[in-house]
């Protein structure tokens, strides 16, 4: 494809060759003066039939179909001249049809052919199009969809964006009349000297630098505003579509990673927008700006100039290739230096009984060298291009100032001028880099905004919650036939078609060896998960037709390991309800055995219990969680191991909730035994499926599973009994 594209390349440029040379000889041998002129029509016709003929020869060497880039290069090599004429005439205002322009020289056309290449190779290298079998411009597609979805996300933030605009406008017009005004200055300075001119000229410098300094603050303010109500409004639609995720999705992917994507990544998006749109309009309002005014001074020291465009942009689209790849590495690794720092510090307790300080702050010192790792081969990177870049830079500048120096001595050009050009050269050079180099920046960021928009976008993988809110529920909860396996394991069922059934008014206990199913079957009842095969009904229909509110109001979990948040008791308590009154609050703190020592806490039920609760004990924890369960007065109770941590007498205080109210199902999962003999009905789950099932009494005498692990269960404690006796 390379080959195929440089041979139509070189078979265009030389039938264009020829076509010049055709034309010269016969001007030649008609008797043609030299110099003469031709109307300015005359030569839009010239470049019409030029461009007639190159284009069908570029068709017929492409194999029948020309290449968008080779078309545009035909176009812009034929018409560059009529169109650079057309408009040295309007400036000049002598736009007549009549006008008479001089027909190019050799000279001049070789130097048409230079500037219609750099001007095509710069935009091509900066806005590449995606062609088939090229991977590099479908992604600067994709990224150009993904920033425009991005400023769509910024409508609301329209009016602060258009005052932003208006006021980087009227900043850059400030800004480019003030080399004018200098290259004034230094011309009133040279010839004969005249004050009030010098005062004027000064003082429109003075204006101009006032009105561009503050226009530039007002434009800096209006931007920073609108990219903190972006951020703002970027991070509250991620959260929301994050916590609407199922339970599988948080197991698959570190919390540091997501914690990731809401600070660091959605502020990238916001300047993808504020600071990169900023840069964008800025710099091209110069450039367009900048290159009037240069073309007013001088067309020849302009010409020359453009030729650093070209190479910038090379350079630039070199950068760029590389720097996305390696930032994409940078994101990985800052969300996985979070992540190593998220969960040695949330269990800084577990780290700190196993003396692993050392080994946590290995694992960090290894995450942040990776990142150090990458961003030294991203600055080095950086450090090379701006060492070519000052090359370019400072050879184009030499060459502009010895050809500037013929023009003076021509007198084409005053030293005023001179100056003036060189200002509006500087700037030129420096709006024209930034333009290209944003195209990489928004690439970044892009990069950034394609992992938020993968999770604004996720769907979660779970039926959708329906809208059932029966004024009156039974809770009769039934498991027909499920098989299910965890997400992070697919190809290990936990459950195997088991079938239960949960009745109103009585107490069910599930107990077998870990492993067994409880906790899967707890992650199904309260809809953590959804089953591979079979349904989970609650009073006949499937969970997922309910309110998701009125589900989880009506049905409340107390696991072995609560969580609490941080906050006052009374917040933790009253946690998901609104309106919850403090009478409301204290009954369930009494029923949980919580009331007295919620009271005896320095501020009582507006003690503040630390971060996850540190401040508490494990047992003052689990009351507290049961009491944010009772509070919610639920039809259905399901309680986990929840007598783990629980002193004597709390646990005597808990049979009332372990038996249940009157016609509310309760459903207790326990490795102790002597919890569960007072349940109506005892399941014993092994291996994802039901074992056997009964009264206490009933498995007792018919000497099964339940039989032998009870046994056990006693002659092992028997044994550490005998230990510890012998030991005393």
């Given at each position: 494809?390379?080959?195929?594209?440089?041979?139509?390349?070189?078979?265009?440029?030389?039938?264009?060759?020829?076509?010049?040379?055709?034309?010269?000889?016969?001007?030649?041998?008609?008797?043609?003066?030299?110099?003469?002129?031709?109307?300015?029509?005359?030569?839009?016709?010239?470049?019409?039939?030029?461009?007639?003929?190159?284009?069908?020869?570029?068709?017929?060497?492409?194999?029948?179909?020309?290449?968008?880039?080779?078309?545009?290069?035909?176009?812009?090599?034929?018409?560059?001249?009529?169109?650079?004429?057309?408009?040295?005439?309007?400036?000049?205002?002598?736009?007549?049809?009549?006008?008479?322009?001089?027909?190019?020289?050799?000279?001049?056309?070789?130097?048409?052919?230079?500037?219609?290449?750099?001007?095509?190779?710069?935009?091509?290298?900066?806005?590449?199009?995606?062609?088939?079998?090229?991977?590099?411009?479908?992604?600067?597609?994709?990224?150009?969809?993904?920033?425009?979805?991005?400023?769509?996300?910024?409508?609301?933030?329209?009016?602060?964006?258009?005052?932003?605009?208006?006021?980087?406008?009227?900043?850059?017009?400030?800004?480019?009349?003030?080399?004018?005004?200098?290259?004034?200055?230094?011309?009133?300075?040279?010839?004969?000297?005249?004050?009030?001119?010098?005062?004027?000229?000064?003082?429109?410098?003075?204006?101009?630098?006032?009105?561009?300094?503050?226009?530039?603050?007002?434009?800096?303010?209006?931007?920073?505003?609108?990219?903190?109500?972006?951020?703002?409004?970027?991070?509250?639609?991620?959260?929301?579509?994050?916590?609407?995720?199922?339970?599988?999705?948080?197991?698959?992917?570190?919390?540091?990673?997501?914690?990731?994507?809401?600070?660091?990544d959605t502020d990238k998006m916001g300047r993808s927008v504020a600071m990169n749109m900023n840069v964008l309009v800025r710099s091209t309002v110069k450039v367009l700006g900048l290159l009037g005014?240069?073309?007013?001074?001088?067309?020849?020291?302009?010409?020359?100039?453009?030729?650093?465009?070209?190479?910038?942009?090379?350079?630039?689209?070199?950068?760029?290739?590389?720097?996305?790849?390696?930032?994409?590495?940078?994101?990985?690794?800052?969300?996985?230096?979070?992540?190593?720092?998220?969960?040695?510090?949330?269990?800084?307790?577990?780290?700190?009984?196993?003396?692993?300080?050392?080994?946590?702050?290995?694992?960090?010192?290894?995450?942040?060298?990776?990142?150090?790792?990458?961003?030294?081969?991203?600055?080095?990177?950086?450090?090379?291009?701006?060492?070519?870049?000052?090359?370019?830079?400072?050879?184009?500048?030499?060459?502009?100032?010895?050809?500037?120096?013929?023009?003076?001595?021509?007198?084409?050009?005053?030293?005023?001028?001179?100056?003036?050009?060189?200002?509006?050269?500087?700037?030129?050079?420096?709006?024209?880099?930034?333009?290209?180099?944003?195209?990489?920046?928004?690439?970044?960021?892009?990069?950034?905004?394609?992992?938020?928009?993968?999770?604004?976008?996720?769907?979660?993988?779970?039926?959708?919650?329906?809208?059932?809110?029966?004024?009156?529920?039974?809770?009769?909860?039934?498991?027909?036939?499920?098989?299910?396996?965890?997400?992070?394991?697919?190809?290990?069922?936990?459950?195997?078609?088991?079938?239960?059934?949960?009745?109103?008014?009585?107490?069910?206990?599930?107990?077998?060896?870990?492993?067994?199913?409880?906790?899967?079957?707890?992650?199904?009842?309260?809809?953590?998960?959804?089953?591979?095969?079979?349904?989970?009904?609650?009073?006949?229909?499937?969970?997922?037709?309910?309110?998701?509110?009125?589900?989880?109001?009506?049905?409340?979990?107390?696991?072995?390991?609560?969580?609490?948040?941080?906050?006052?008791?009374?917040?933790?308590?009253?946690?998901?309800?609104?309106?919850?009154?403090?009478?409301?609050?204290?009954?369930?703190?009494?029923?949980?055995?919580?009331?007295?020592?919620?009271?005896?806490?320095?501020?009582?039920?507006?003690?503040?219990?630390?971060?996850?609760?540190?401040?508490?004990?494990?047992?003052?924890?689990?009351?507290?969680?049961?009491?944010?369960?009772?509070?919610?007065?639920?039809?259905?109770?399901?309680?986990?191991?929840?007598?783990?941590?629980?002193?004597?007498?709390?646990?005597?205080?808990?049979?009332?909730?372990?038996?249940?109210?009157?016609?509310?199902?309760?459903?207790?999962?326990?490795?102790?035994?002597?919890?569960?003999?007072?349940?109506?009905?005892?399941?014993?789950?092994?291996?994802?499926?039901?074992?056997?099932?009964?009264?206490?009494?009933?498995?007792?005498?018919?000497?099964?599973?339940?039989?032998?692990?009870?046994?056990?269960?006693?002659?092992?404690?028997?044994?550490?009994?005998?230990?510890?006796?012998?030991?005393?």
């Amino acid at each position: 494809m390379a080959s195929a594209g440089m041979r139509a390349y070189g078979t265009v440029l030389s039938c264009d060759l020829i076509l010049w040379g055709v034309l010269w000889g016969g001007l030649v041998l008609l008797g043609w003066p030299s110099g003469e002129g031709v109307a300015l029509g005359w030569l839009w016709a010239l470049g019409a039939g030029r461009w007639l003929l190159l284009h069908a020869v570029s068709v017929a060497t492409a194999g029948g179909r020309s290449r968008p880039v080779l078309r545009r290069w035909v176009a812009t090599l034929c018409l560059l001249g009529p169109a650079f004429e057309s408009g040295k005439a309007a400036l000049q205002r002598r736009g007549s049809p009549g006008w008479s322009v001089p027909l190019p020289d050799p000279g001049v056309v070789a130097l048409a052919a230079v500037a219609a290449s750099s001007a095509c190779l710069f935009w091509e290298l900066t806005f590449p199009e995606a062609e088939s079998g090229t991977g590099g411009g479908e992604k600067r597609q994709k990224a150009w969809a993904l920033f425009l979805r991005v400023v769509r996300y910024s409508r609301p933030d329209a009016l602060h964006l258009g005052a932003a605009f208006l006021f980087l406008t009227l900043a850059v017009l400030s800004e480019m009349c003030i080399p004018y005004y200098t290259g004034r200055v230094v011309d009133l300075l040279g010839s004969q000297y005249q004050h009030s001119s010098f005062l004027s000229a000064i003082g429109f410098m003075a204006l101009f630098s006032f009105s561009s300094s503050l226009c530039a603050g007002l434009r800096g303010g209006m931007f920073m505003c609108s990219l903190s109500r972006l951020n703002r409004r970027m991070r509250h639609m991620l959260f929301h579509s994050l916590v609407q995720q199922e339970i599988g999705f948080f197991e698959e992917t570190k919390s540091g990673s997501l914690t990731s994507r809401l600070s660091s990544d959605t502020d990238k998006m916001g300047r993808s927008v504020a600071m990169n749109m900023n840069v964008l309009v800025r710099s091209t309002v110069k450039v367009l700006g900048l290159l009037g005014l240069m073309l007013g001074l001088s067309w020849h020291l302009t010409v020359l100039t453009c030729v650093e465009m070209p190479l910038l942009a090379l350079l630039q689209n070199f950068y760029n290739a590389r720097a996305q790849a390696l930032g994409q590495q940078l994101q990985d690794c800052e969300a996985e230096a979070r992540a190593v720092a998220a969960s040695a510090l949330g269990a800084v307790r577990t780290v700190r009984s196993f003396g692993a300080e050392q080994a946590e702050a290995r694992r960090y010192q290894e995450a942040v060298g990776r990142t150090r790792a990458v961003q030294t081969r991203k600055d080095t990177l950086k450090a090379v291009l701006l060492l070519l870049r000052r090359l370019v830079t400072v050879g184009v500048k030499v060459m502009m100032l010895i050809y500037g120096r013929r023009l003076i001595a021509s007198g084409q050009l005053t030293n005023g001028g001179l100056l003036a050009f060189v200002l509006y050269q500087k700037d030129m050079a420096t709006s024209t880099r930034q333009l290209v180099s944003i195209c990489g920046e928004m690439l970044n960021c892009t990069g950034a905004a394609s992992k938020v928009f993968e999770y604004l976008d996720r769907k979660p993988r779970e039926e959708r919650a329906g809208n059932l809110e029966p004024s009156r529920l039974e809770g009769r909860l039934t498991l027909r036939d499920v098989t299910f396996s965890y997400p992070t394991k697919p190809d290990a069922p936990a459950l195997k078609g088991l079938s239960l059934e949960l009745c109103p008014g009585k107490m069910t206990a599930l107990v077998g060896p870990s492993g067994g199913g409880k906790s899967s079957c707890v992650g199904l009842l309260e809809r953590f998960y959804e089953p591979h095969e079979g349904q989970v009904l609650l009073d006949g229909l499937p969970l997922h037709c309910y309110q998701h509110r009125y589900l989880h109001n009506k049905m409340a979990m107390v696991s072995q390991d609560p969580v609490l948040f941080s906050g006052s008791v009374r917040d933790n308590i009253a946690y998901g309800l609104e309106d919850c009154s403090l009478e409301r609050i204290e009954r369930a703190a009494r029923k949980a055995n919580a009331h007295k020592f919620i009271c005896e806490l320095e501020q009582g039920y507006d003690t503040d219990v630390g971060e996850c609760g540190g401040c508490l004990s494990a047992g003052q924890k689990q009351c507290i969680a049961i009491a944010r369960a009772l509070v919610r007065e639920p039809q259905i109770l399901i309680l986990d191991e929840v007598t783990s941590c629980l002193d004597l007498d709390t646990q005597l205080a808990m049979q009332d909730v372990l038996t249940g109210s009157v016609g509310q199902t309760v459903l207790v999962v326990a490795h102790r035994l002597k919890t569960v003999e007072q349940a109506d009905r005892i399941v014993f789950l092994e291996d994802g499926a039901v074992v056997e099932q009964g009264t206490h009494q009933q498995l007792m005498a018919s000497r099964g599973r339940y039989y032998r692990l009870r046994e056990k269960l006693f002659s092992d404690l028997d044994s550490a009994g005998d230990s510890l006796s012998g030991a005393g």
